[in-house]
Nanobody, 121 residues
């Protein structure tokens, strides 16, 4: 019923930038919070950034001032602009979106397939 498709990952040198996108499609009635998580090898998945339906944002301390989360409600898409990337940012990045499906009253979390970000010289 709902699909999340991520794009924008890749290999970048330290100090570089990448922009991730996550587009939701399907039988969507409304979208609440949209989040980006990441998981590095051997580590737990961690919350990187959050944006509410109203546009309020929150960031992990490790990315504050370098990453910016945004959303386009008309396109059901969330973005993560990543600047000044460092090797510790290397991870698989996942979008996580809370969606109310048409015909249902509850809101459920959905996950993207993940996109690899590698920061290396």
């Amino acid at each position: 019923q709902v699909q999340l498709v991520e794009s924008g990952g890749g290999l970048v040198q330290p100090g570089g930038s990448l922009r991730l996108s996550c587009a939701a499609s399907g039988s969507i009635f409304s979208i609440a919070a949209m989040n980006w998580y990441r998981q590095a090898p051997g580590k737990q998945r961690e919350l990187v950034a959050t944006i509410t339906k109203g546009g309020n944002t929150n960031y992990a301390d490790s990315v504050k001032g370098r990453f910016t989360i945004s959303r386009d409600n008309a396109k059901n898409t969330v973005y993560l602009q990543m600047n000044s990337l460092i090797p510790d940012d290397t991870a698989v990045y996942y979008c996580n979106v809370f969606i109310q499906v048409m015909g249902r009253s509850s809101i459920s979390p959905y996950w993207g397939q993940g996109t690899q970000v590698t920061v290396s010289s």
